[in-house]
């Protein structure tokens, strides 16, 4: 049974910095590309970044480029996104999701993503 269990959500003021985590079991961890997307409240989940299997080759959507960091802990079976900088636009609820095409760090759409957390809530406040 694969399970991702997303942390260290919470409540940050704007251009704090949180680290977010989420720990996978039940998988072959460094097969999978893994993705981090968000959903605010009234709108579509959209992708944040992303980082391949086994080279952890990264990409990022303009709006968080040079402010998110995405990484990988193989050994860990674990992969973060160091936020910083945050905004009030970057409150949402934030989700990790694993891909089997490990080699696709730009999986946007979230229908390519076969397993999901349960997603842990950002707030940003002014």
């Known amino acids: 049974q694969v399970q991702l269990v997303e942390s260290g959500g919470g409540l940050v003021q704007a251009g704090g910095s949180l680290r977010l985590s989420c720990a996978a079991s039940g998988l072959t961890f460094s097969s999978y590309a893994m993705g981090w997307f968000r959903q605010a409240p009234g709108k579509e989940r959209e992708f944040v970044g992303g980082?391949?299997?086994?080279?952890?080759?990264?990409y990022y959507v303009e709006s968080v480029k040079g402010r998110f960091t995405i990484s990988r802990d193989n050994a860990k079976n674990t992969v973060y996104l160091q936020m910083n900088s945050l905004k009030l636009a970057d409150t949402a609820v934030y989700y990790c999701a694993a891909n089997r095409r490990g080699w696709n760090a730009r999986a946007l759409s979230p229908g390519l993503y076969d397993y999901w957390g349960q997603g842990t809530q950002v707030t940003v406040s002014s």
């Open positions: 980082i391949s299997g086994s080279s952890g080759s990264t």
